[in-house]
């Protein structure tokens, strides 16, 4: 009896050592997200004279990619906050809105409806944007004015440097 | 001649051998002769779920010969086996709707567990696998599409991380473990590549393999169970035996009970196959793209989902994406644990008549709400067109034009025509005023789901949208 459940055990033991080896790590690599350490990063939407007074202009931005992903595909820069983009694949760049308010302001909102995520359309005679999936409306301040939305459209850090705009594309949540 | 009965005899040495070298009289003893409760017919519909599952295992193997799951690549890869590869669009087409229709087998499956008690005792852990099932399937109905990488596929993807995104404490950190980084990418795509075509597919296959192995221990509702209380496991095991072995309330697994529920399967891949046919696999959209006007729509089998998000206040958006699904799968989890009479059969249980028969009218209504859509507001350069047999002064008539040019169809029809998310200008009730026409346009009360436009407008301008407002809002009167 004693050399059976001594058996028993160490097969049962064994069993889940060498599972818990396997599968810890494997558990670890898969639900560790990526994440990118720098805390901006800065991309170039055009000149100022791009941006007429009053106006609202669609731009589109170079998004973030993890260099580390790539390594050996030689398709990225060193730097994690240099842009990185491929030919074809749209799906790395990024709508936006660029509202010159006045001389000196300039606001971005991301195209991203803060509901769920559908692409925001920029109705030039309302002055609003549109979502087409759920009905979300805003209006020029970002605000919401009807539908589900729950926040005010996401905005960009913008800065402008020797009449270069640029916006962080850390600013913003990672789905905008 | 005289060979004849060697031949014969050799014949049935092989088959022997195959049958005990394989042990398949124990799988022929086991499930296929042996005697089981009667089902009605609509208890096809577990075989019909594992019909469509096999037909998605076989489209999906081809499909993944051909697919090429980079972003670069992975929407032209899905056009050209629709397009140019042999009988691809007969292979996408059999995927596309045998993935629909299995979601709506789901739901009915589902709906007719609850109407009949399928989950109680000792069939708990046959409906607690079902639960996971459910979940799995549900997962990949939109994995799936997403693998096409076009416009709808990746706002669907976006629609996902959006409501993880709400999950408190942890919502960016699952955004994160979705997306494989910050951004959509390859990282993404592989991620639910993986999902769909690797992961997914084993985990249901076990997951089947198990809820039919437990049918099969625990078997089906049987005709004395939906007619009588029955209140414990050892009563149930006690009442199917009897039914089982009884001629009018038994019957033989093989070939009866596989003919009754292999009509169902055969109806369902008859209009599969008959959707195909008429209709084809599902449209592509433009590739993949997150910068320009588009506008993207759910598959058919979600359309629910988005009537349900559209028709949430913001109050309530957490609640709705979050707490509300997690809700339903902790409750479906619970259920035969919580409920537990001994009640079994549909006519035994108007309570979960009710409630199913909610359900199934609240799926239908908000799929049928998604048909129409009509919180969608949209920009048309197009005025709305002059009712019919109306003639407008001219300054009404500069208001038509500029009612466009201002964007006021985006939300208001006129006399029916154009979206409706404000009210129809023709059919204002009370008749406004001159000065609260102008108060609402130039600057609404707080709340109101219009923007202002003061500081937009001419004072003319102004005066010709009023007119026009003014000469068509009598039109119904």
């Known amino acids: 009896m004693k050399r059976r459940t001594l058996l028993a055990s160490l097969v049962v033991g064994g069993s889940m050592a060498a599972g818990g080896i396997v599968g810890v790590p494997v558990l670890i690599f898969a639900l560790t997200p990526r994440e990118v350490d720098a805390d901006e990063a800065w991309r170039e939407i055009g000149a100022l004279r791009d941006f007429p007074i009053g106006s609202v202009t669609p731009v589109k931005i170079a998004t973030i990619q993890d260099p580390k992903s790539y390594e050996g595909m030689q398709l990225s820069s060193k730097d994690a906050t240099e842009p990185y983009i491929p030919h074809q694949d749209e799906t790395l760049l990024r709508g936006a809105f660029v509202w010159r308010r006045s001389v000196a302001e300039l606001i971005v909102y991301s195209r991203s409806c803060t509901d769920l995520g559908c692409p925001l359309t920029f109705d030039q005679g309302s002055f609003c944007y549109l979502c087409p999936c759920h009905g979300g409306i805003f209006n020029k301040y970002g605000k919401r004015l009807a539908g589900p939305p729950d926040r005010p459209m996401y905005r960009y850090r913008v800065r402008v440097v020797d009449d270069r705009v640029e916006v962080d594309v850390l600013s913003v949540p990672p789905l905008a | ?477």
């Open chain 2, 1 to 477: 001649m005289s060979n004849a009965p060697d031949r014969h005899d050799w014949g049935r040495r092989a088959w022997q051998w195959l049958v005990d070298r394989f042990a398949l009289k124990r799988i022929w003893d086991h499930i296929l002769d042996r005697r089981v409760a009667k089902g009605a017919w609509y208890f096809g519909d577990g075989a019909t779920l594992f019909f469509l599952f096999n037909v998605l295992i076989a489209t999906g193997i081809a499909l993944a010969w051909s697919y090429s799951p980079s972003p670069e690549t992975a929407h032209a890869s899905v056009r050209y086996i629709t397009t140019e590869q042999p009988l691809g669009w007969f292979v996408r087409g059999l995927h596309y709707w045998a993935a629909g229709l299995m979601v709506f087998m789901l739901f009915f499956h589902l709906f007719r567990q609850i109407l009949v008690g399928g989950y109680k005792s000792p069939r708990e852990a046959t409906w607690l696998i079902g639960v996971g099932l459910f979940v799995g399937v549900m997962v990949m109905s939109l994995l799936g599409y997403v693998l096409r990488w076009d416009e709808r596929g990746v706002y669907g993807l976006r629609v996902a991380t959006n409501i993880f995104y709400r999950v408190p404490l942890i919502g960016e950190q699952l955004v994160l473990l979705v997306q494989g980084g910050r951004d959509i990418g390859a990282a993404t795509l592989s991620r639910v590549y993986a999902l769909h075509v690797i992961i997914g597919p084993i985990l249901l296959t076990s997951l089947v393999a198990y809820h039919m192995y437990l049918v099969v221990v625990h078997s089906i509702t049987s005709p004395t169970e939906r007619r009588r209380p029955v209140h414990s496991g050892d009563e149930q095991r006690k009442v199917y035996a009897r039914d089982a072995q009884s001629d009018e309330r038994g019957e033989d697994f093989f070939p009866e009970t596989m003919a009754k529920s292999g009509l169902m399967a055969g109806g369902v891949f008859a209009l599969v196959l008959l959707l195909t046919i008429l209709i084809g696999q599902s449209y592509i959209y433009g590739p993949a793209q997150l910068t320009e006007d588009s506008l993207p729509m759910e598959e058919w089998w979600w359309s629910w989902v988005s009537s349900l998000s559209a028709l949430t206040p913001p109050a309530w958006a957490t609640f709705v994406y979050v707490v509300f699904p997690l809700g339903v799968l902790i409750l479906l989890v619970l259920l035969p644990f919580i409920e537990r009479t001994p009640y079994r059969g549909i006519r035994n249980r108007p309570l979960a008549s009710l409630f199913v028969s909610a359900c199934v009218l609240a799926l239908v209504g908000l799929s049928s709400l998604r048909i129409q859509s009509a919180w969608t507001a949209y920009p048309n350069p197009e005025p709305p067109p002059v009712p019919a047999g109306f003639v407008l002064a001219p300054t009404a008539e500069h208001g038509r034009q500029l009612f466009a040019t201002y964007g006021c169809n985006s939300c208001h029809a006129v006399d029916g025509v154009g979206p409706l998310v404000g009210p129809d200008v023709a059919s204002l009730a009370p008749p406004r005023t001159r000065a609260f026409l102008e108060q609402v346009i130039v600057q609404p009360p707080a709340g109101w789901a219009m923007p202002a436009y003061e500081g937009r407008l001419s004072d003319e301008e102004l005066n010709a949208l009023v007119e026009f407002v003014l000469a068509v809002q009598i039109l119904r009167r």
